[in-house]
């Protein structure tokens, strides 16, 4: 009954949801019923909820490595500093800086003029994808969803490295036998999210980067394997460890 486990995790499945339903049935469709049409307006709210969930998802496990770093570091005075009232002020937090921050993006999209071309090469509305049929210059679109999601996930993961250092740091002095063992065990979930979280994010940025040498099909398919793959594990891992 902690509030990491009502309300943080209930957080995390709640993004999870949203992120698969907002992709995977349209992708669904499209290869099940050869259904490849959508609307306009149904693209740009895809595109924002893909853009918005996703660094929310990120904030939420730099909460977490918050909340395991005062657990482990200061564990007498963890239940004066992670409260319910501090926790639903963090779940606002995330809501709020993530949707703000992705808001700009449809909304540029969306401004653009767009000429006859209105096939995009790819199974979900991404804003690249989209904001390339259009006639305008598109530099700043992309220019701005490059500093925002960076700074935005950027930020998170400089302060989930952060915690666990301190973490690492504070298990290495202690001395009990098979106390440190116990302390990192605790951090052991909501490390292989991060990491499952992390890698396949890693993988796409790549595979972006390196678009002229590899199948252009490549980035798409891991597009949509990071909307399914952390969804997908994080209430077997959590659930196992609970």
Not at 36 to 41: A, C, E, L, T
Not at 45 to 56: A, D, G
Not at 208 to 220: G, Q, T
Request: aromatic letters at 10%; one cysteine or more; proline letters at 5%.
């Amino acid at each position: 009954h902690q509030p990491m486990y009502n309300l943080l995790l209930s957080l995390l499945s709640l993004l999870d949801m949203v992120l698969c339903l907002t992709v995977i049935p349209k992708v669904l469709a499209i290869f099940w019923f050869d259904n490849k049409s959508i609307s306009f307006p149904g693209c740009f709210v895809q595109m924002f909820i893909m853009n918005s969930f996703l660094t929310m998802e990120s904030c939420t496990f730099m909460v977490m490595a918050y909340d395991r770093y005062v657990a482990i570091c200061h564990p007498l005075r963890y239940s004066s500093i992670i409260t319910d009232q501090f926790v639903a002020r963090a779940a606002l937090f995330v809501v709020a800086r993530n949707a703000l921050f992705s808001l700009p993006v449809p909304i540029l999209s969306a401004r653009l003029r767009y000429c006859a071309e209105t096939i995009i090469k790819n199974c979900i509305c991404t804003n690249v994808s989209v904001s390339k049929l259009s006639c305008d210059d598109i530099t700043f679109n992309r220019l701005y969803q490059f500093v925002a999601g960076w700074t935005l996930l950027g930020s998170d993961l400089i302060l989930i490295v952060l915690s666990y250092s301190f973490i690492l740091k504070a298990v290495l002095r202690i001395k009990a036998e098979g106390a440190a063992a116990k302390a990192l065990s605790t951090c052991g979930s909501h490390f292989i999210l991060i990491l499952f979280f992390s890698t396949v994010l890693l993988v796409l940025v790549i595979t972006n980067l390196a678009r002229k040498r590899i199948s252009p099909d490549v980035p798409i398919l891991l597009n949509i394997l990071h909307h399914l793959i952390p969804p997908a594990l994080n209430p077997v891992i959590y659930g196992m460890k609970t």
